[in-house]
């Protein structure tokens, strides 16, 4: 038996690097320090697993060899007048920046996973800025950590241990030394470990935001309650803010995915702005999947723009709304999608899936899945961090590396292979 | 009396659904975790609604039935809940607003309790 | 690469060697300039009547890493109007201020520019750096772990076992793949973790038991035990605040001692920032004179300028307090991104107007530094970009420099009161191609311990630039615009021997080399040291001591520089 330490962790944006995994005959028998859903990944990647290439012949999916998919896959780029390239989230920086070069040559359009989670963090980034820090300054200093429109005991289980109210830093030590606020629509597991829960209503959160801002900035509020919100408890919570030494806000997709989206990052961001004038504070977006901070920083440094990157007339361009991969399969304008590292079929609505019944899919992924039954072509490649190695950006933009800890099956090669032979066609 | 109730809907990760998910999104463990509707216990009674039975939500770009089960993170009066999964995006909107992202959250939908006979 | 090249009949200019406008020949073969290449696959270039210069070697810009690419995510607005199109072997991209990778490549090369220093890097995010610097063709580049306010760096200067830090640096160039040491703001970074600042030298640093000046003199220290080939590269204490040349000052005064009359001890950055007089922004005026004076009068001090450019900017530094305090004062957008246990840092766009009182003030004591200080070699063109405006604007730098005329032209615009508050006016100094060819690449290449770069000796990298102007035909001062076009566009640009780029496009899209050090340290030292690291490396960071190590194989192209002398 092998013993892997220090094993990059690629399910959630977490990026916990200090698993443990075991390996027999090739066969990973069990994951240590990892949470659940860590645990689960690792532990069941031989499940549902796409194993030989499929193309669609008269509508069934049949199976094909390598060099006939890649070699349809090709040819449907070459004839595509406008190839969308998507997803990323669960792909590996490597891979990320070929597909990019295929987007560049074909003048195509690339998206990441990011415009359906933290992209009006982005829109607000653009708009404010972001007064941030990595995960440790968190642990090191932080005597207050807000979790707002999150839940990390479920979608991101290690956090609170590792980076959050239960870390332990040089200069704060521990859950008893820091408080910590939860701010939600419902009492979330996350909520019951909270000093403070501040339920608000759904769509709210703009102007709860704005209130907390204006007590921040010692103004006083003419009403009693702001959306349900007493104003009392508001006020508590804004000295709690300007009393800390060194303040976090942890923010998630309550934020970006309710009523007023970017705005709501923007109220988000200004709050904590202020608060800088008044004592330390930061904030840092859950990010989801493990590697869709990589997708944001490899699309940034390669065209200057963190997503939705329209290559059609040449050169990169960006505007969202216009250009992202959700308004583009709505307008019915692509003719062609390549996913790698996602699963669109599950994720988008509804309306935008049935538009993809008129565009040709290309997927890459490692197992079964309903974008899967849906393609045209469907590639099966390792899993990276798993089965093929890579880098990936944790949440808060620290780079790390993916680990191989056992060989893919037989024949299966990792996405950066699959996507060399592709590009190296259409060259 | 039609029970035909304006609620608002939240969708989100949970903890099984992220095990289904890496399971497989088509194993029982998904479809059980991704099919259900969590709602305020007040709700229930209000709808008339027993746990496990089956609920009708519709929004302006599509229509489900799916299973009640009570919300253990309670009390929510008039929202409730689903896991991120098939199901959710027939009521999700597709509408960017100009930023190119759909609305998954704080949507506002009709439920209504399903007839056992319509259900059959 | 193995081609054979002839450059013949130019005006060489090669200040290493002594060279200053001779009409001669160059050789190139294997990449290498050679005495002589025969055949008759020998490619000759016809340079009669341009500059031959050796590629130039840019100091200090901020080209790659975490927090330029919070600049380019940032800023929309800073790409939209500049872009490049994708061509042929070449990718597409953006500018302008903070361009994409591969665009950053293309324009450093079109301007005859072939080495380019990165010059801070978090060392958490070093993989991050390394993957930019990986995706930028054709130059070579090198990057600046920031080192300062490093914990295990503040621990063992607080307990004096220099040997051990020593051992540490060391151990950190070589495991990162880093280039020389860095120190911003020593004690602020620290500070700014609580959101508050150092004042001086000698305040102390919260948490620690230290001060700026034990950080600054420790790691000289540490540079000297270590033989590394750059000085500490400092940019120092209070930057961007009135009255503050005076902490530039005796930051260069505070390892004054540890000269020993061979090389310069401390390396001070993007000084124009550092060089203020007077006591508030109303009654700010150049403290270059003051500056330049002490720096003509100590040879164990080496600057860059950080030259002003009446532009749109994008100020990015590991100086987090400073960065905040341009966002109160401006209400532009800001970024702030602390890195545990190191550094931090920040991004505030910027926009230098020639009608502004202050910013005037700042392009007059840019020039006024560059202009006072007497020895080219010691003091480099840099617009600390893209901080003071973006790199591709060096040309307009070097017309003020070799023209008074064009000096003028830009006074005539400026803030009247700035100008009379200031003595640039009344300077005369004009450079010539050889102080040129100095203070943008022999010079650089020197006090980075380049050898084989910044000149045209036998042996040297064949990086070469040619430009096409005739020297001896034109007044530099008069035909100034002249010389600022060719420079923009260089009529050939030569990397490792391969001709990348023909007036001004580029032709040819290579792998630059990332350089980096490998210090000697004796091996019983390193194991007590890296053991002692590796010990409590997870009571200060949030990932493994495993995987903060950045593998040579990481790097495209790798270049390790191995050290001799040490600890």
């Known amino acids: 038996m092998e013993v892997f330490k220090n094993v990059l962790c690629p399910f959630c944006g977490c990026c916990c690097d ?51 998919a890649v070699e349809k896959t090709v040819e449907m780029i070459k004839n595509s007048s406008y190839p969308v390239f998507y997803g990323f989230g669960c792909a590996s920086c490597e891979a990320i920046k070929l ?215 040449g050169y990169p361009r960006y505007n969202p709304g216009e250009t992202s991969a959700v308004d583009v399969i709505a307008r019915g304008e692509c003719d062609l999608l390549f996913i790698i590292g996602a699963d669109p079929c599950s994720h988008l609505p509804h309306y935008i899936v049935e538009r993809l019944k008129n565009v040709k899919l290309v997927v890459l992924d490692p197992s079964i899945t309903p974008t899967v039954k849906m393609a045209d072509v469907a590639i099966p490649v390792a899993y990276v961090g798993i089965e093929a190695s890579g880098t990936a950006y944790r949440m808060d933009g620290v780079p790390l590396q993916l680990r191989k800890v056992v060989d893919p099956p037989p024949g299966i090669l990792s996405d950066v292979d699959v996507l060399n032979r592709i590009v190296r066609r259409l060259k | 009396m039609v029970n035909l109730v304006k609620m608002i809907l939240v969708s989100g990760r949970s903890l099984e659904q992220g095990l289904g998910k890496e399971a497989s999104k088509f194993s029982k463990r998904y479809i059980d975790v991704t099919a259900v509707c969590q709602l305020d216990p007040e709700d229930m009674s209000r709808l008339s609604i027993g746990e496990g039975e089956s609920l009708r939500i519709s929004s302006q770009h599509g229509s489900i039935i799916v299973k009640a089960v009570k919300s253990k993170h309670a009390p929510h009066p008039g929202v409730i809940f689903m896991a991120y999964g098939p199901w959710v995006n027939n009521l999700t909107s597709p509408e960017t607003h100009g930023t190119g992202m759909p609305s998954f959250k704080g949507l506002e939908v009709e439920v209504e309790p399903v007839k056992t006979a319509e259900r059959s | ?133 990986n995706d930028i063709p ?109 902490t530039l000052i005796e930051t260069m005064d505070c390892v004054r001692d540890l000269y020993n009359g061979t090389k310069p001890v401390i390396y001070l950055t993007h000084c124009q920032f550092n060089s203020y007089l007077g006591e508030s922004w109303i009654e700010l005026s150049s403290g270059a004179p003051e500056v330049a004076d002490y720096v003509n009068k100590h040879p164990h001090v080496v600057i860059d300028i950080g030259q002003v450019i009446f532009s749109s900017a994008t100020t990015m530094t590991a100086d987090g307090p400073f960065q905040f305090q341009l966002h109160l004062l401006t209400d532009y957008k800001w970024v702030n991104a602390d890195v545990e246990c190191e550094t931090s840092a920040g991004v505030v766009p910027f926009k230098y107007k020639k009608r502004s009182y202050v910013h005037a003030i700042q392009w007059i004591t840019g020039l006024e530094l560059a ?49 009379k508050r200031t003595m640039l006016d ?97 091996q019983d030292l390193e194991n007590a040291v890296v053991s002692d690291i590796r010990r409590r490396f997870r009571d200060n960071y949030t990932v493994e001591f495993e995987n903060y190590l950045i593998d040579e194989s990481l790097l495209i192209n790798s270049r390790p520089l191995k050290i001799k002398g040490g600890v």
């Open chain 1, 18 to 68: 200090d698993l443990e995994v075991e390996v027999d005959s090739n066969k990973i028998i069990n994951v240590k320090n990892a949470c659940a859903l860590g645990r689960g990944k690792f532990l069941s990647i031989g499940e549902h697993r796409l194993l030989k290439p499929l193309v669609k012949v008269d509508g069934e999916l049949v199976e094909t060899d390598l060099e006939k």
């Open chain 1, 99 to 313: 597909c990019l070069e295929m987007a560049d040559l074909s003048g195509g359009l690339a998206d990441n996973i990011s415009v359906v989670c933290h992209g009006p963090t982005i829109l607000g980034l653009q708009d404010m800025g972001i007064p941030s820090a990595t995960l440790g300054q968190i642990r090191h200093r932080a005597d207050l950590i807000v979790y707002w429109g999150c839940n990390p005991v479920e979608a991101h289980p290690r956090h609170t241990i590792r980076y959050g109210p239960l870390s332990s830093g040089r200069f704060v030590t521990g859950r008893k030394s820091r408080r910590m606020v939860v701010i939600d629509v419902r009492k979330t597991p996350t909520a019951t470990m909270a000093d403070v829960f501040m339920q608000v209503k759904p769509n709210s959160d703009f102007e709860i935001l704005t209130a907390l801002r204006a007590l921040v900035n010692d103004l006083d509020l003419e009403v009693e309650e702001v959306d349900g919100v007493p104003v009392a408890k508001l006020e508590e919570l804004a000295d709690m803010m300007i009393n800390a030494k060194f303040g976090a806000l942890f923010f998630g997709l309550g934020l970006t995915m309710s009523y007023g989206k970017e705005h709501n990052i923007e109220a988000a961001i200004a709050l904590v702005r202020d608060l800088n004038k008044k004592t330390k504070f930061v904030m840092i977006p859950m990010r989801g999947h493990f590697n869709v901070t990589g997708a944001n920083e490899v699309f940034t440094w390669q065209t200057g723009y963190p997503f939705c990157v329209d290559f059609s007339m």
């Open chain 3, 1 to 133: 690469m193995s081609g054979k090249l002839l450059i013949k009949n130019g005006f060489v200019f090669d200040p290493v060697n002594g060279v200053d406008g001779e009409i001669m020949d160059v050789a190139v073969e294997n990449g290498r300039i050679v005495e002589d290449v025969r055949g008759t696959d020998v490619r000759v270039i016809d340079a009669t009547g341009m500059v031959v210069m050796p590629g130039g070697v840019d100091v200090h810009s901020h080209i790659a890493g975490s927090k330029v690419n919070s600049g380019r995510a940032l800023r929309p607005e800073d790409h939209y109007r500049d872009y490049e199109i994708r061509r042929p072997g070449l990718r597409s991209g953006v500018g302008y201020t903070v361009p994409s990778t591969f665009v950053t490549g293309y324009r450093y090369a079109r301007m005859g520019y072939t080495t380019v220093i990165e010059p801070a890097t978090p060392m958490l995010k070093q993989r991050h750096t390394i993957e930019e610097l």
């Open chain 3, 138 to 246: 054709i130059i070579d580049k090198a990057s600046f772990p920031l080192m300062g306010d490093c914990w295990f760096v503040m621990e063992y200067l607080e307990k004096n076992m220099l040997k051990e830090c020593a051992a540490y640096a060391a151990w950190l160039l070589k495991a990162l793949k880093g280039y020389a040491l860095k120190i911003v703001n020593p004690g602020g970074l620290e500070s700014w973790g609580w959101g508050r600042n150092v004042r001086g030298l000698d305040d102390n640093i919260p948490g620690f038991n230290l001060t700026p000046r034990e950080i600054l003199r420790g790691l000289c220290k540490v540079n000297q035990m270590l033989n590394i080939p750059h000085p500490i590269h400092v940019h120092a204490n209070r930057l961007g605040q009135p009255g503050n040349y005076q």
């Open chain 3, 371 to 419: 202009l006072l200080i007497k020895d080219p070699w010691r003091v480099f063109l840099t617009t600390d970009h893209p901080n003071a405006g973006p790199f591709t604007e060096y040309p307009r730098v070097v017309g003020w420099l070799i023209s008074r005329k064009a000096r003028e032209a830009t006074m005539k615009k400026v803030n009247a009161r700035a100008l």
């Open chain 3, 426 to 522: 009344s300077i005369d100094r004009e450079y010539n191609l050889y102080e040129i060819a100095i203070v943008t690449r022999a010079g650089t290449a020197g006090i980075l311990g380049l050898k084989s770069k910044g000149h045209l000796g036998v042996g040297a990298d064949a990086d070469m630039a040619i430009y096409d102007f005739n020297p001896r035909n034109i007044d530099l001062s008069r035909d100034y615009k002249l010389v600022r076009r060719a420079l923009r566009r260089a009529a050939y640009t030569i990397k490792t021997g391969d001709i990348v780029c023909v007036n001004g496009e580029i032709v040819k899209s290579t792998e630059g080399a990332i350089l980096w050090v490998n210090p000697s340290v004796s």
